[in-house]
């Protein structure tokens, strides 16, 4: 792409998102009440505090912490016990408050009629295992690499 | 990394804004607008993908927000007017996207714990995201551009290739810009580790980086690509069942599931939601269909005594789960020949609930005419349960589960 039709895109996309911007305000304005407007900003604004004050400064700590104490952990096992953590969080984030609402009370029995509590828990287990089994996997094979002597091709 | 989960994102953001808008004018029709009425599954495709890739951008936006969250701590917080247009749109997309898919995954097992109504927020919203995602990648453009394909990105031995710009500045990379600025001898250069925030920095920056070479790098990065990739899998192949028989073996953490309900089927709106009772649907009932001063009426009698016809049909909800059914009853078109309609006019539809957005209802002359498209007296071989719009109600090809109006009352032609 050339450097002008790069910055003819780049105006292009501003633009366009900008109007868009423009109706969005105004499909609010014109079908919310503006009580309800206010309703809306504040749950923008708890979005920004759980994602700017919350999840971020986590996921800070977490990186953090694996950077400066995870040292003696091969940088593969990391990534699998990452990933495993990563499965469970995100169903958690899905799931739990489906259960939540479950325990609650439903406004037809036709809505939430799993058992979403027990699967998460079943879920989570599988996932831990299969976690454990990966790293027990990789380890093993890791081993065994370093065992066998080395061949070099000529 | 951020290209890749960001092109998913997008695709994702941009199926649901296509279906959602879709979906919407289903319900809301500017005037000249028709609708294909096939395939007959059509609104369940349209309506399970716009549900399905909602919750699949729970991962991928968690996983695009993990891969760009040090820019969150940028300084300066700001640096010139291009960056400040990009934080801003970050910003406005972060917040209600967030707020857009927790809202939407709640309204899917219809829980409102929020201060507004779902339905128009969630349109005004949608705009709001595509708006603020477009200047997004105008700003992003150059970087996109750089890194859009993988011959771009890497070299022939899968390493990737950064711009300068790209990497962070080293010790070395400060003493030569400092050496063309100055012509005073440039000594060693080490970071200031006065006060709490240069101390801490000094704390993080004393271990070696987890990264050590390429292979790392590389293990790191498909590692995480992968995380992500397969969690929304997951997700997907977990809740996707409510939308589509193939995965309902596996549907365990969906809101809804296949053939559970009276009839064999969930329900939405139950008859006791709607103010709908025993005695609105006894023997008084009688289906009224007229055309200007033309009326006719019908009691469940006589819709049972006129020719039958069999379909099968999804009832496809809005909120994303559907299931296919079998119906019988009177073809609506059959009726609306009995006072004469036309063939390019509209109806208007009332239901016997007591009130709700969708008491009244419009349905164009392209449903009307359809074929396929019954006042239903059966579902699944039994009479309609009454939380299924007992005594009858309309099922039409391709239209979402609110338009299916139950405890049929009134069928105008306008």
Redesign the interface.
């Known amino acids: 792409?050339s450097a002008t039709s790069?910055k003819n895109?780049?105006?292009?996309?501003?633009v366009?998102?900008?109007?868009?911007?423009?109706?969005?305000?105004y499909?609010?304005v014109d079908?919310?009440k503006p009580v309800?407007?206010?309703?809306?900003a504040?749950?923008?604004?708890l979005?920004?505090v759980?994602?700017?004050g919350i999840?971020?400064f986590v996921?800070?700590g977490v990186a953090?912490l694996?950077?400066?104490a995870?040292?003696k952990i091969p940088?593969?096992v990391?990534?699998?016990v990452?990933?495993g953590l990563?499965?469970c969080s995100?169903?958690a984030?899905?799931?739990l408050?489906?259960a939540y609402?479950k325990s609650i009370g439903?406004?037809?029995?036709?809505?939430?009629?799993?058992d979403?509590a027990p699967?998460?828990v079943v879920?989570w287990a599988v996932t831990v295992v299969l976690t454990a089994l990966a790293v027990v996997g990789y380890t093993a094979l890791a081993r065994r690499q370093k065992a066998r002597p080395s061949i070099t091709q000529a | 990394m951020a290209v890749v989960l960001g092109r998913l994102l997008g695709i994702a953001f941009l199926v649901c804004f296509g279906t959602g808008l879709y979906s919407h004018f289903l319900q809301n029709p500017l005037p000249w607008m028709v609708f294909p009425t096939r395939p007959r599954s059509l609104y369940q495709l349209s309506q399970g993908i716009h549900i399905t890739a909602g919750i699949a951008c729970f991962p991928l936006i968690l996983g695009k927000l993990y891969v760009v969250f040090p820019d969150l701590f940028q300084t300066p917080p700001i640096k010139n007017f291009v960056n400040f247009l990009e934080r801003a749109s970050i910003t406005i997309f972060i917040s209600a996207s967030l707020v857009q898919i927790t809202t939407g995954l709640l309204n899917t097992y219809q829980w409102y714990p929020f201060p507004f109504s779902f339905r128009q927020v969630h349109f005004a919203l949608s705009f709001v995201i595509i708006g603020s995602l477009a200047i997004h990648i105008g700003t992003k453009l150059p970087l996109i551009s750089r890194y859009w394909t993988r011959s771009r990105s890497f070299d022939a031995e899968g390493n990737l290739l950064l711009d300068d710009a790209d990497l962070p500045l080293t010790k070395a990379d400060v003493a030569a810009e400092l050496a063309e600025t100055t012509r005073e001898p440039v000594g060693a250069v080490s970071r200031r580790v006065d006060g709490l925030t240069g101390r801490v920095f000094d704390w993080i920056d004393s271990a070696p980086p987890r990264v050590d070479t390429a292979t790392q790098a590389r293990v790191s990065r498909r590692g995480f690509v992968a995380t992500i990739a397969v969690t929304t899998a997951a997700v997907i192949a977990l809740t996707a069942g409510q939308s589509f028989r193939v995965l309902d073996a596996i549907n365990v953490f969906a809101p809804r599931k296949n053939f559970v309900g009276p009839n064999g089927l969930p329900v939405n709106r139950t008859a006791q939601a709607a103010q709908v009772t025993d005695a609105d649907t006894g023997a008084d009932w009688a289906l009224s269909v007229s055309r200007g001063a033309t009326v006719k009426l019908y009691t469940r009698a006589d819709l049972e005594a006129m020719t039958q016809h069999s379909v099968d049909l999804p009832i496809a909800c809005v909120e994303g789960w559907s299931q296919m059914a079998s119906w019988r009853g009177v073809r609506l078109r059959d009726l609306l020949d009995g006072v004469g309609a036309h063939a390019d006019e509209d109806l208007r539809l009332t239901s016997l609930e007591k009130k709700g957005g969708f008491r009244v209802t419009e349905m164009g002359h392209e449903f009307a005419q359809d074929d396929l498209t019954l006042v239903a007296l059966e579902v699944n071989g039994n009479p309609l349960d009454l939380d299924h719009g007992f005594p009858a109600r309309v099922i039409a090809p391709g239209r979402p589960g609110v338009l299916q109006t139950k405890w049929l009352s009134k069928l105008e032609v306008i």
């Open positions: 792409m790069l895109w780049q105006v292009a996309l501003t366009v998102g900008l109007l868009l911007l423009a109706l969005g305000a499909v609010m079908t919310v309800k407007i206010a309703g809306v504040l749950w923008l604004l979005a920004l759980i994602h700017d999840i971020a996921t800070f953090f694996l950077r400066k995870g040292r940088i593969a990391l990534a699998i990452q990933a990563v499965v995100i169903f984030i899905i799931v408050p489906a609402k439903v406004s037809n029995a036709t809505v939430l009629p799993l979403y699967s998460l879920f």
